[in-house]
């Protein structure tokens, strides 16, 4: 060893001695901080040196020095004195009849032999038995302490049918492993951090910011005072460092890590020997398997539920918008509403759309029951002046003047039908992409209809999360194009069908808000093809509504004004 | 595997702080390592003995007393941290878990650093050896040992240190001849 880093060590050594001593200040305290951090060498002296101390301050029995075995055997014999004292007579009785017993029975008596395995047992239980009373008198029985809450839960099916825990339920650390098979539940530890788990799951709680997840789904949000929360799989172990992450713990004892915000240290273990570590940052996810060790993996956006609210049910898996065309179709905009499903624009009841005809409307707003997002529904027709569109009261004030019919009704999907001119059912295509499916949700709004939905309903079953803007792409089905030759007009004047080209349908597009037109376009055709909507929406927005109106190209009224909002979409801000 | 019914034993109580004073050296070198400084680490050791003796009573079946001790011990550390953070300086969230890695791998070959560190106190010179017993197993400040073996102080806050590096190096030789490090 060179002078120098001799001379390193001896410093090292002074200061983690003022350390274990108590005696370092902070100055020094950051100087060593800092050695251990750049300087793996130098950590792993730490942990030599520290061992060391405690090997010496613990081996007093075990030292080779006599002065040190006089001290301990003299603590000993002053406790079996003390013992002697309150017990003494009652033994000496016992030994006495014993002995008489022994001398009447005529039995050998063998030369007392002191046995040092049970004079040595006997001094370690009496000094144990002190040792446990002392223990017990000068430190407070060990209760368990509670340091989480169950926040909430949404169908939770417990694993044990005795066990029943209700929301606002305090949890306590090192208590049993709590299981359930099914659902979802929400635990807010006193340090701040706030975790949702998705069954099956089973887990323990260890302090108010570790816990251990035997298998299950969890994710974790901490805030920057909770930083340093800690969760552990049967083979890893994840410390927070101001973050949110997704955990995966299978039966298979493989475990994911999917780190969505800030960062986080992963260090992977078997058989709780460390086997690596990892710092796992904001976009990036690993997966550690015993036999492969820690391997890079995709980061996974919606495999983790991160907010529930029993109130409705809410279950969010970090999506970033929701779907108005699944609202209409009676879900909560997250997948859950039915395809086809919408409104009757005559009596504002939910409908299964299959079929569809030219209707008349009944110029009046009609509030939705049916469908709690919604907040009503018109047929716009701007001829005698302005136009109620929300429960609130707010007018469309320059509402074109129609002839007031529609055709069908507003619902989830986009399809069109019209046997009268042998058009068969079909998908609608808008920008090229067919709409009406599942991966391609749309609202089918032909002219002339509009729909308001409410916004302060939609935030409330959010919880949390803001709407910033709205988006879409509207326009006139390509398909009309499709089926140009077969398209044709009702002439009223002369009672009879007129052929009519596709480019010859006109549609106007509105979109408002608390009444104010925050974008239009007007007379669009087939030719125009998609046109995309973005509307920014402001916390004090309340009501949300498109319009599709018949245009200006009279006489042709709302024929194949098949027109449509595609993607309609709410956008979420966390 | 330590066997809890065995015949030898006289009271659950008994075998406890047998077990207890068995594993001890390595619970209270693994709090050690984690909060650094012997007071604190002596109210923890305390702390963990007494949740200990708790949570004995309501487990069935112990496989390994020190790696349990030392999984409680590891709890009350963390519970400590969290209590003292505004009021003590402490290493932060990374530092501590590389300790805590490196605590646990030392932790698990103990046995075998008490006896090379017995061979290395016994080749310690004779005033070594009277300072080490003196700081370690009589708790005497450095101002009383400077007083009872007629050195200055500031020379003996210089040679503990001093002493506790010859044992550390001497340890790891020992082991390495050993083929054990």
Not at chain 1, 456 to 474: E, P
Request: with cysteine; charged share 25%.
């Amino acid at each position: 060893m060179t002078d120098h880093n001799k001379n390193d060590k001896l410093h090292l050594s002074e200061l983690i001695s003022d350390l274990v001593s108590g005696k370092i200040d902070a100055k020094r305290h950051e100087e060593l901080h800092k050695i251990l951090i750049e300087d793996p060498k130098s950590l792993e002296y730490y942990i030599d040196y520290i061992t060391t101390w405690a090997l010496l301050d613990e081996c007093c029995e075990d030292h080779e020095s006599e002065s040190l075995q006089d001290d301990f055997y003299s603590d000993i014999w002053k406790a079996l004195a003390e013992n002697e004292k309150n017990a003494n007579i009652i033994e000496m009785e016992s030994k006495r009849s014993t002995c008489e017993t022994l001398e009447k029975a005529n039995i050998e008596r063998v030369p007392r032999k002191i046995n040092k395995v049970n004079l040595t047992v006997a001094i370690l239980s009496t000094a144990a038995l002190l040792f446990m009373i002392a223990y017990v008198s000068m430190f407070p029985q060990y209760t368990p302490e509670d340091v989480a809450t169950l926040s909430d839960t949404v169908n939770v099916v417990w694993g044990n049918s005795s066990v029943n825990y209700e929301k606002g339920t305090r949890l306590y650390a090192y208590k049993e492993p709590i299981r359930f098979d099914k659902g979802y539940i929400r635990i807010g530890f006193d340090e701040g951090a706030d975790v949702v788990i998705e069954g099956p799951a089973e887990f323990d709680i260890s302090s108010s910011s570790q816990m251990l997840l035997s298998y299950g789904r969890l994710y974790a949000s901490v805030p920057q005072q909770a930083i340093g929360f800690t969760v552990a799989t049967p083979n890893s172990k994840i410390i927070d460092l101001g973050t949110e992450f997704g955990v995966l713990a299978n039966f298979d004892d493989t475990t994911e890590l999917h780190v969505y915000k800030g960062k986080t240290t992963l260090t992977a273990k078997r058989k709780g020997l460390v086997q690596g570590n990892a710092v796992v940052s904001e976009g990036q996810a690993r997966r550690f398997e015993t036999t492969l060790g820690i391997q890079d993996i995709p980061l996974r956006e919606r495999a983790f539920v991160r907010k529930i609210y029993s109130g409705n049910n809410f279950v969010w898996r970090g999506q970033r918008t929701i779907d108005l065309a699944d609202i209409v179709g009676g879900g909560s905009g997250f997948g859950t509403g039915s395809l086809n499903q919408g409104i009757d624009m005559l009596n504002g009841a939910s409908k299964m759309f299959g079929k569809s005809a030219e209707l008349v409307g009944t110029n009046k707003y009609i509030s939705v029951r049916s469908n709690p997002y919604v907040d009503g529904i018109f047929v716009p027709d701007g001829g005698e002046g302005p136009v109620i569109i929300t429960s609130g009261g707010h007018v469309f004030e320059d509402c074109p003047d129609t002839n007031g019919r529609f055709w069908g009704g507003t619902f989830n999907g986009a399809w069109h039908e019209a046997q009268s001119i042998k058009i068969p059912k079909h998908n609608l295509h808008l920008g090229g992409k067919v709409y009406g499916t599942g991966d391609n949700p749309s609202i089918y709004a032909h002219a002339n209809q509009g729909i308001t939905f409410d916004l302060l309903k939609i935030r409330n079953s959010i919880h949390g999360l803001t709407i910033d803007r709205f988006t879409a792409n509207c326009g006139i089905s390509e398909t009309l194009l499709d089926y140009s030759e077969l398209l044709k007009t009702w002439d009223y004047s002369n009672k009879e069908w007129k052929s009519i080209k596709p480019e010859d349908s006109w549609v106007d597009f509105y979109v408002l808000v608390d009444g104010k037109v925050r974008f239009s376009k007007k007379d669009i055709s087939v030719l125009n093809g998609a046109i995309p909507i973005s509307v920014a929406i402001y916390p004090e927005d309340r009501f949300l509504t498109l319009i599709t109106t018949q245009g200006s190209n009279d006489p042709y009224g709302i024929t194949n004004d098949w027109s449509l909002f595609a993607e309609p979409s709410l956008h979420l801000n966390p | 595997m330590d066997d809890k019914n065995s015949d030898n034993l006289i009271q659950d109580g008994d075998y406890f702080v047998r077990q207890l004073m068995i594993h001890r050296k390595r619970i209270y070198s693994f709090i050690l390592s984690l909060v650094a400084n012997s007071s604190d680490a002596d109210d923890i050791m305390q702390e963990t003995a007494v949740l200990m003796w708790k949570k004995y009573q309501e487990t069935a079946d112990i496989s390994s007393y020190a790696a349990w001790g030392i999984r409680i011990a590891h709890y009350k550390v963390l519970e400590f941290r969290r209590k003292h953070r505004n009021k003590k300086i402490q290493f932060n969230s990374d530092l501590f878990e590389s300790i805590l890695v490196g605590a646990v791998e030392v932790n698990e070959g103990l046995d075998r650093r008490h006896e090379a560190l017995k061979k290395c106190i016994s080749k310690l010179k004779p005033q070594q050896k009277k300072i080490i017993e003196l700081r370690h197993q009589k708790g005497q400040t450095v101002k009383s040992i400077a007083e009872l073996l007629h050195l200055s102080p500031h020379n003996v806050y210089k040679l503990i240190p001093r002493i506790h590096d010859m044992l550390v190096r001497c340890i790891h030789r020992t082991l390495r001849t050993e083929g054990l490090v």
